[in-house]
């Protein structure tokens, strides 16, 4: 997709001055011979399996410069001319452009952001803030000139510019904005829905680390997967947009006898399955010595391993490097199909963030709807027997919203219906629960622990 104009894109959100709500809540790897697993001579290969050589050369991702976001300021009171919708959680505005002049500035304390002129300094603010390229895919499949978008995930709310000017900072043209104690308080009461259909939870707790007994010597090379399924509810409804959030809670390890790595993840089917992309989480001491990935995967036209981002129409902020330190720490993904190409964008739920996009070209048999969602949590240790200790949680990984093609959003219950779990396998496990306001989020929690033999 071409670059789109700031100032066009701003001067189309203008009429969100009159009724809009808010936005903003929550390197290709080549592949290398070297250190490659011989899958063929592995047990239990899983149907879609990441070699490692395609998390190789990580680094830690640097955020979208503000030249390449859209950061706007409104006033509460024009936030609820419109008012939310309480029974759904999602706001609508229109998006016919105005006069940007009359109605936006530039803040005097951040000249990368725009303000509505006609905010006091006591008014409570919202903060509108997402790349340009995906608000220019918002625009290309808004119905009747109106932009529809989940308050939960769009929406940052603070008691005055006060407030938000103590929340916000640049450094090197990047803005981190932090919550505020009235976005929490408010944000609640803005997206909380009425229960949908009562669905009773299947959950299961995994058992008591302190009771499980030494891993036991098993044969070199071996896949170890737990997964927990959902199928749509509604096989004739068709959707292109899932948000969510994954968080990395827990890394330790001990030892340097083992080569192991360990995905825990997101996953989405499409169609009949001939295609699937994966939000990944990797606990990787196959390749590094400890470290931990973000990063999407494609597994195209019923292919069992992943495509090399290099082979990817843009790849994005590449494998993306994160510190344990600053575990846990929740990122938001978005995955979207939008005309025969599939984009994935990564932000970081603690600083507006938002990292390069991920864009993936599908043109000879591209899927055109989420058809399954699954959670996994998965380990591949190459050498035996077991003398490293590990244990990984990413806990929780959470799916807060589905849009059909229509353009409606619907919570993840009104999508999803809990269709199987897989038997418990060593050193890995996963669990699921309805979550969130009423219930309505789907949550996975993915573990793994050198004790559950």
Same mark, same amino acid.
């Given at each position: 997709?071409?670059?789109?104009?700031?100032?066009?894109?701003?001067?189309?959100?203008?009429?969100?001055?009159?009724?809009?709500?808010?936005?903003?809540?929550?390197?290709?790897?080549?592949?290398?011979?070297?250190?490659?697993?011989?899958?063929?001579?592995?047990?239990?290969?899983?149907?879609?399996?990441?070699?490692?050589?395609?998390?190789?050369?990580?680094?830690?991702?640097?955020?979208?410069?503000?030249?390449?976001?859209?950061?706007?300021?409104?006033?509460?009171?024009?936030?609820?001319?419109?008012?939310?919708?309480?029974?759904?959680?999602?706001?609508?505005?229109?998006?016919?452009?105005?006069?940007?002049?009359?109605?936006?500035?530039?803040?005097?304390?951040?000249?990368?952001?725009?303000?509505?002129?006609?905010?006091?300094?006591?008014?409570?603010?919202?903060?509108?803030?997402?790349?340009?390229?995906?608000?220019?895919?918002?625009?290309?499949?808004?119905?009747?000139?109106?932009?529809?978008?989940?308050?939960?995930?769009?929406?940052?709310?603070?008691?005055?510019?006060?407030?938000?000017?103590?929340?916000?900072?640049?450094?090197?043209?990047?803005?981190?904005?932090?919550?505020?104690?009235?976005?929490?308080?408010?944000?609640?009461?803005?997206?909380?829905?009425?229960?949908?259909?009562?669905?009773?939870?299947?959950?299961?707790?995994?058992?008591?680390?302190?009771?499980?007994?030494?891993?036991?010597?098993?044969?070199?090379?071996?896949?170890?997967?737990?997964?927990?399924?959902?199928?749509?509810?509604?096989?004739?409804?068709?959707?292109?947009?899932?948000?969510?959030?994954?968080?990395?809670?827990?890394?330790?390890?001990?030892?340097?006898?083992?080569?192991?790595?360990?995905?825990?993840? &997101? =996953?989405?089917?499409?169609? #009949? !399955? *001939?295609?699937?992309?994966?939000?990944? +989480?990797?606990? %990787?001491?196959?390749?590094?010595?400890?470290?931990?990935?973000?990063?999407?995967?494609?597994?195209?036209?019923?292919?069992?391993?992943?495509?090399?981002?290099?082979?990817?129409?843009?790849?994005?902020?590449?494998?993306?490097?994160?510190?344990?330190?600053?575990?846990?720490?929740?990122?938001?993904?978005?995955?979207?199909?939008?005309?025969?190409?599939?984009?994935?964008?990564?932000?970081?739920?603690?600083?507006?963030?938002?990292?390069?996009?991920?864009?993936?070209?599908?043109?000879?048999?591209?899927?055109?709807?989420?058809?399954?969602?699954?959670?996994?949590?998965?380990?591949?240790?190459?050498?035996?027997?077991?003398?490293?200790?590990?244990?990984?949680?990413?806990?929780?990984?959470?799916?807060?919203?589905?849009?059909?093609?229509?353009?409606?959003?619907?919570?993840? &219950? =009104?999508?999803?219906?809990? #269709? !199987? *779990?897989?038997?418990?396998?060593?050193? +890995?496990?996963? %669990?699921?629960?309805?979550?969130?306001?009423?219930?309505?989020?789907?949550?996975?929690?993915?573990?793994?622990?050198?004790?559950?033999?």
């Amino acid at each position: 997709m071409k670059t789109l104009d700031l100032d066009a894109i701003l001067l189309s959100m203008l009429l969100v001055t009159m009724a809009m709500v808010s936005v903003v809540s929550a390197t290709g790897q080549g592949f290398n011979e070297q250190n490659s697993v011989n899958v063929s001579n592995a047990l239990n290969v899983p149907d879609h399996y990441i070699p490692p050589e395609y998390f190789m050369g990580a680094k830690p991702a640097t955020p979208l410069l503000e030249s390449e976001m859209i950061t706007i300021i409104l006033s509460e009171k024009t936030h609820s001319i419109l008012g939310p919708d309480k029974e759904t959680g999602v706001l609508a505005f229109p998006v016919s452009p105005q006069d940007l002049n009359a109605r936006f500035m530039k803040w005097e304390a951040h000249q990368s952001v725009f303000i509505e002129k006609s905010i006091n300094p006591s008014d409570a603010v919202v903060l509108v803030r997402m790349p340009e390229a995906m608000y220019g895919r918002f625009l290309a499949v808004s119905q009747n000139n109106t932009l529809m978008l989940p308050t939960s995930h769009f929406c940052r709310f603070y008691e005055n510019l006060t407030d938000l000017n103590s929340h916000i900072s640049l450094k090197d043209g990047i803005l981190m904005v932090t919550p505020g104690e009235y976005d929490t308080q408010l944000l609640e009461g803005l997206s909380s829905a009425p229960p949908v259909v009562d669905i009773q939870e299947v959950s299961r707790e995994h058992a008591d680390v302190n009771s499980i007994d030494q891993a036991t010597t098993l044969d070199d090379g071996i896949w170890f997967n737990e997964w927990v399924h959902f199928d749509r509810i509604y096989w004739w409804t068709t959707y292109d947009y899932c948000i969510g959030q994954i968080t990395p809670n827990y890394w330790y390890r001990s030892g340097q006898n083992n080569q192991y790595y360990a995905p825990q993840e &997101r =996953e989405y089917y499409l169609n #009949s !399955g *001939q295609e699937a992309i994966e939000i990944v +989480v990797n606990y %990787d001491r196959f390749t590094a010595d400890g470290a931990v990935y973000l990063f999407p995967v494609i597994y195209d036209s019923y292919s069992p391993t992943a495509t090399p981002l290099e082979q990817w129409e843009n790849s994005g902020a590449g494998i993306i490097e994160l510190d344990p330190s600053s575990f846990p720490h929740a990122y938001g993904y978005h995955v979207q199909i939008f005309n025969g190409k599939y984009y994935i964008d990564f932000e970081d739920m603690n600083t507006l963030q938002w990292f390069a996009g991920y864009v993936y070209n599908d043109q000879d048999n591209p899927g055109t709807t989420f058809t399954r969602a699954s959670g996994s949590s998965e380990h591949y240790q190459a050498n035996q027997p077991i003398t490293d200790q590990f244990v990984a949680y990413t806990n929780p990984v959470i799916d807060e919203w589905a849009r059909e093609t229509s353009g409606t959003w619907r919570k993840p &219950r =009104e999508v999803w219906s809990h #269709s !199987g *779990q897989t038997p418990d396998k060593q050193f +890995v496990h996963i %669990d699921w629960a309805w979550g969130g306001s009423n219930n309505q989020d789907l949550i996975t929690r993915s573990y793994l622990d050198y004790r559950w033999a």
